[in-house]
Nanobody, 124 residues
């Protein structure tokens, strides 16, 4: 089990950028890592994932706009979000899976360690 502590997020205007961080208490280099989001009244949805080979998968809604990456030396996962829209408003969560590969499509059940969540609010 690994503890995940998130930072970043906050309010931003349409078209703006934010970077979310997720610091792990131990190395996650060999694990599938993911970012999820949940808007009020909606189910949690997968946003992006990164497997042990640094292969990435993105939800269609964020392709070309969001970038998932990690710094293994810092045990930290990132989500760079560009050209944000009001529909990106949600609580964002990072997650670690006990497996090296990530599922397609990205599903929450695959992950067993979760960050505390951070709010992203995009206003027009």
């Amino acid at each position: 089990q690994v503890q995940l502590v998130q930072s970043g997020g906050g309010p931003v205007h349409t078209g703006g950028s934010l970077r979310l961080s997720c610091a792990a208490s131990a190395s996650t280099q060999t694990r599938c890592m993911g970012w999820f989001r949940q808007a009020p009244g909606k189910e949690r949805e997968g946003v992006a994932s990164l497997d042990n080979g640094d292969n990435t998968i993105y939800a269609d809604a964020v392709k070309g706009l969001f970038t998932i990456s990690r710094d293994n030396a810092k045990n930290t996962l990132y989500l760079q979000m560009n050209n944000l829209k009001p529909e990106d408003t949600a609580m964002y969560y990072c997650a670690a899976a006990p497996y090296p590969h990530c599922p397609i499509p990205l599903r929450a059940y695959w992950f067993n360690d979760w960050g505390q969540g951070t709010q992203v609010t995009v206003s027009s």
